[in-house]
Structures are given as structure tokens and as C-alpha cells.
């Protein structure tokens, strides 16, 4: 095309209409509201701006509630970062209040977890260590990890009860603010999803690939009767951007293909990133209304909790009642002989 026989637009025929008739996504009242003095954590969250993650902490939070007020399934799914910025405490917290049903996790998020439980510290410099040879090579983790991977097919249980338990058993510095082994003691679903070669426990002898691959399978199969009683309830994938909703996207189609209800379910994923996986395995394609978080494990998570917690408080001055294996009025498709029974 030339450029003089390009068309010449009268833009004096262009068509404009008053502000005030023109569709607007933002209103004063949308306007975040700062506080002169300090105030309580429900004044504050009110003052937020209401628009975008203002907006969908708020929403999940309310939706958390709800759920467990009316006796539905919240489960939350983990990655290994979670653990190492020190946020297990917030989620051991839901737990014993009774208001986080169930717990999964990747092997990374496991081997955090046990050993802040027996040592009571994690997390390797990975750089200078690879190059030294020395990564992933600390005795402890690799023997119980091991040990209990051969406990489990001994015993016929999933891989994270039998971490639990094996930390319950070896009562360690960081035992009270370990995942597996409050859900242990709790007795509700814990379960660990390996992709095997991805974890440093993946590199001993000692590890037997069958009892690793049984345990691993009974663990989804227990999280996929978990996702089975999640019509009316809440999904939290938290710090994981590929195993864990990967494996969610599988357990919501075995129980979809089962012909059962997740009508009501609300997922969120919550991250410093949204990803491909989390997006469309999490938030897109189960079908359910999807919340994105976006922003740093160490501030979401405690911020998310404390809006629970104060949102309990303030529904129900009473304190807390201990927590619960299965919720009044919850629908458990596993009693129904469908899918085995979660955490047994």
C-alpha cells in the first residue's frame, strides 16, 4: 500500500458521550480509605481500596468462612517455599481450629518440613554446595525419608502419615510446628506427591523406588477423595506452579468422571508469580470461581490468616472448638464406597 493512497478519516465525525453515562470499573466508593489512627485488623481490611487483590483477599476470606461455618471442605496444597519463609505455624493454626480440612504438598515442601521438625533448621545455599559436591547430602534426611517410605508400604498407609508419625516418633525441636506431624496427631489427611528425581532424597541408595511409588499413589489416592467432598468448599494452592496443580487437575477429573458434585467450589492460587499451571489447572479450567493472589509467601499467608481469624472471632466470640476429622454436613462421596476414605 502506498502512502498517499492511504484514506484520509475526518475525525470531526467522531462520536462522544458524557463521563457520566460512559461505563466506569472504579467509583469513590471503591477508594481505599486511610486510617489516622491504629485500628483492629477488620477496620483495616475495610479501609482497603476495593478493587483487584484488596478485593480478592477479602472474597476468599469470607468464602473460607463460610465454608467452614456451614460445614464444607477447605483443603490447601503447598509447595516447598511455603515452608522455608516460615509460614507452616499459619496453616498448623487452621488446622487445629478445624477450619483447613486437609493438607498436600510436593516432596520439596516434605523435606522442609521434616527437617525443621528433627533438626530445626532447612534449606541449603544450593550454588556453592553443587559445586562442592556436597548438596542434598545430609544423612538424616535421606535415611527417615526413606524409612518411611518403606513404613507406609509396610503398613499400607500414605507417604505423609508415615512422615508424621515418623516425626511424632523422633520428637525433635521443630515437632509442634511440623505440617505432617500436627495432621498426624489431628488425624486428618496429610499427603506428599513426589515427582520422582525432583528431591534430594531421591539420590540415596537406601531408597526403595516401590515403597516410594505405593506411598506417593496412596497419597493421591486419599487427596482425590479429599477434592471429592469440595462441592460448596475451597481449594487453596499455595507456592506450588507445577506438581500440585497438576495433580489437582487429575483428582477433579477422576471425580468428575465419577459423575460427583463440585458445584459451589472456589479455588485460589496464591503465589509471588502467576503461572501457566496455576492459572488454568487451579483457577480456569475446574470450573469453579478462581481468586489470584499474587505476592510474597511471608505476607499472604500470615495476612490471609489474621483475616480468618479475626473473621471467626467476630462471627463467634466463643473460642474455637478443637478440630474436627470431617465436618458436620459435609458430603463424604468415600463413604459411599466411590473413592477410599481420606486420612484413614
Known amino acids: 500500500m502506498k502512502r498517499d493512497s492511504l484514506p484520509r478519516l475526518d475525525l470531526g465525525q467522531l462520536q462522544f458521550e458524557p463521563l457520566s453515562q460512559r461505563p466506569s470499573k472504579v467509583t469513590l466508593d471503591h477508594l481505599g480509605k486511610p486510617l489516622q489512627a491504629a485500628a483492629d485488623l477488620e477496620t483495616w481490611l475495610d479501609s482497603l481500596p476495593d478493587v483487584l487483590a484488596a478485593r480478592g483477599i477479602k472474597r476468599l476470606r469470607d468464602l473460607v468462612v463460610q465454608a467452614h461455618e456451614r460445614g464444607r471442605s477447605v483443603a490447601a496444597a503447598i509447595g516447598g517455599h511455603v515452608v522455608k519463609t516460615g509460614c507452616a505455624p499459619y496453616l498448623i493454626d487452621l488446622l487445629r481450629r478445624g477450619v483447613l480440612d486437609a493438607v498436600a504438598m510436593n516432596g520439596s515442601a516434605a523435606i522442609h518440613d521434616l527437617e525443621l521438625a ?58 509442634s510446628r511440623s505440617l505432617l506431624a500436627t495432621a498426624a496427631s489431628l488425624g486428618v489427611p496429610a499427603t506428599v506427591h513426589v515427582a520422582v528425581g525432583t528431591d534430594i532424597v531421591h539420590m540415596t541408595p537406601a531408597l526403595d523406588g516401590k515403597s516410594l511409588g505405593q506411598a506417593t499413589l496412596a497419597d493421591f489416592r486419599t487427596l482425590t477423595a479429599v477434592v471429592s467432598t469440595l462441592d460448596g468448599g475451597v481449594w487453596l494452592n499455595i507456592g506450588s506452579a507445577v506438581v500440585m496443580p497438576e495433580v489437582f487437575l487429575k483428582a477433579v477429573s477422576i471425580v468428575r468422571n465419577l459423575g460427583l458434585s463440585l458445584d459451589g467450589l472456589t479455588t485460589a492460587n496464591l503465589d509471588f508469580e502467576q503461572k501457566y499451571r496455576g492459572l488454568l489447572n487451579v483457577l480456569q479450567r475446574p470450573g469453579a470461581e478462581g481468586i489470584a493472589l499474587t505476592g510474597h509467601h511471608e505476607l ?34 468415600a463413604d459411599r464406597g466411590v473413592l477410599p476414605q481420606p486420612g484413614r
Open 300 to 333: 499472604m499467608i500470615p495476612l490471609l490468616h489474621a483475616a480468618i481469624v479475626s473473621k471467626l472471632a467476630a462471627l463467634s466470640p466463643s473460642p474455637t472448638p478443637p478440630a474436627r476429622h470431617r465436618k458436620q454436613g459435609s458430603s463424604n462421596h
Open 118 to 175: 528433627v533438626a530445626g533448621h532447612t534449606s541449603e545455599d544450593v550454588g556453592p554446595r553443587l559445586v562442592a559436591g556436597t548438596f542434598g547430602f545430609a544423612r538424616e534426611t535421606s535415611s527417615l525419608f526413606a524409612e518411611a517410605c518403606d513404613r507406609a508400604a509396610e503398613l499400607e498407609i500414605g507417604l505423609g502419615q508415615a512422615l508424621g508419625e515418623l516425626i511424632l516418633q523422633r520428637d525433635g525441636p521443630g515437632t
